[in-house]
């Protein structure tokens, strides 16, 4: 047996310690630093945090709060409890809000159309209560069904106490939970995204001063179509930003999100989302392993009409590795073993277990693609005796 003097351990140590620390370096881009009090990127394409600071914190969410607004007014539309075209009038309440308005009043009967873009591109608290009552008759049920949602979503760390987003006790939340509705939001209602990227709108006869929206990062990044600006005093300045870039291997891009809370003014928080966006595009690389609908599996079925099943993603399967790494890749399928007919589209089945060397990074539920229907009689019975000697 071969002894080591303290000071040879010691060396030994120091350098299995820094080996350790140096190939975590390599599979952790270090993040820039953030002058925000909390902050978020996330890969939505590949379904990955790239960065964080401080996400369970609680925070006032200040005008963010009008993303919740907007699920309930989208979800309406699409349950067409309400139209796009729809008139709906603006209360005394409305038209008193103070803070950031649209400028529409009592004399108004102004379209659900109109009433959206005043509260995501002016951020007008006067067209977000005017929505607010239009779709859950009160404001006070507005509320509610903004908690309820929260809680569908799986938002555990926010409370709404109003729909557009002024201080109020009891009105926070937290930057994991804001990442959780925005990308709900995109995911859900990808057909009202277009209200996020608009640059300019007023509605006639309100101040024509009044028609710019405040996420300069649409102005300068023409990868940038939405999100959400915000602030109040205790707040700070907040955005949550999205943009889409073009890769050769991702046909339908890939996106960012970036969520920036309690900055210095609005210039630092656009500029801070701006470094975080541009540091997730270029520390990291998009890789897609499998395309949708594309067979990950084909196990074996038992007394099933077909012999085997395909197991897959109805989207692509994409995962983000650290820049140059994306030959280290490795995948593994989890699945329970004997499948046994019938199974249903879209059923689902195992999962695709995907790592970085030694580094798990994500774990993906399969599905079913195809269908499989159940044999007849004499085929389950055969495969009952196989099974057995099996």
């Not at 790239?50 to 309406?76: G, H, I, N, R, W």
């Amino acid at each position: 047996m071969t002894f080591l003097s303290p000071v040879r351990r010691w060396l030994v140590l120091a350098v299995v310690t820094f080996s350790a620390a140096w190939a975590q370096a390599q599979t952790a881009p270090q993040p820039p630093e953030v002058a925000a009090r909390s902050y978020m990127l996330i890969d939505v394409t590949a379904n990955q945090v790239l960065a964080q600071k401080d996400v369970d914190m609680p925070v006032e969410p200040a005008s963010l709060t009008k993303l919740m607004s907007a699920y309930l007014v989208f979800d309406a539309l699409k349950a067409k409890k309400i139209t796009l075209t729809q008139t709906l009038p603006v209360s005394e309440l409305a038209w008193k809000m103070p803070g950031s308005r649209m400028f529409i009043d009592p004399k108004m009967q102004v379209p659900v159309d109109d009433l959206i873009k005043g509260m995501i591109v002016q951020s007008g608290n006067d067209a977000t209560v005017a929505l607010a009552e239009g779709v859950g008759g009160t404001v006070e049920h507005f509320v509610h069904l903004m908690n309820e949602q929260a809680k569908a979503l799986g938002m555990k760390n926010t409370g709404y106490r109003n729909p557009e987003g002024l201080t109020a006790a009891g009105h926070t939340t937290t930057a994991r939970d804001l990442s959780i509705l925005a990308t709900r939001l995109m995911r859900d209602f990808p057909q009202y995204m277009h209200y996020y990227a608009i640059k300019k709108y007023r509605y006639p006869g309100t101040p024509s001063t009044n028609d710019t929206n405040r996420n300069l990062l649409l102005f300068r990044d023409p990868t940038v179509d939405g999100l959400k600006t915000g602030h109040t005093n205790a707040a700070g300045y907040c955005l949550i930003v999205t943009a889409k870039r073009d890769f050769p291997n991702l046909p339908g891009g890939r996106r960012l999100l970036s969520i920036v809370l309690g900055t210095a003014s609005e210039t630092v928080r656009a500029n801070e989302s701006q470094k975080l966006l541009n540091w997730g595009y270029t520390a990291f690389d998009a890789v897609r392993l499998f395309d949708a609908n594309q067979a990950v599996a084909t196990p074996q079925v038992w007394k099933g009409k077909t012999p085997s099943v395909k197991l897959g993603r109805t989207e692509p399967i994409v995962v983000t590795v650290p820049s140059g790494s994306a030959s280290r890749v490795s995948t593994q399928v989890v699945r329970p073993d004997p499948l046994i007919a019938p199974l249903a589209k879209n059923q689902a089945v195992g999962s695709l277990k995907i790592a970085l060397g030694d580094q798990a990074l994500a774990e993906v539920p399969l599905v079913v693609l195809e269908p499989v229907e159940q044999a007849g009689v004499l085929g389950r019975a055969w495969d009952a005796v196989r099974l057995w000697i099996k």
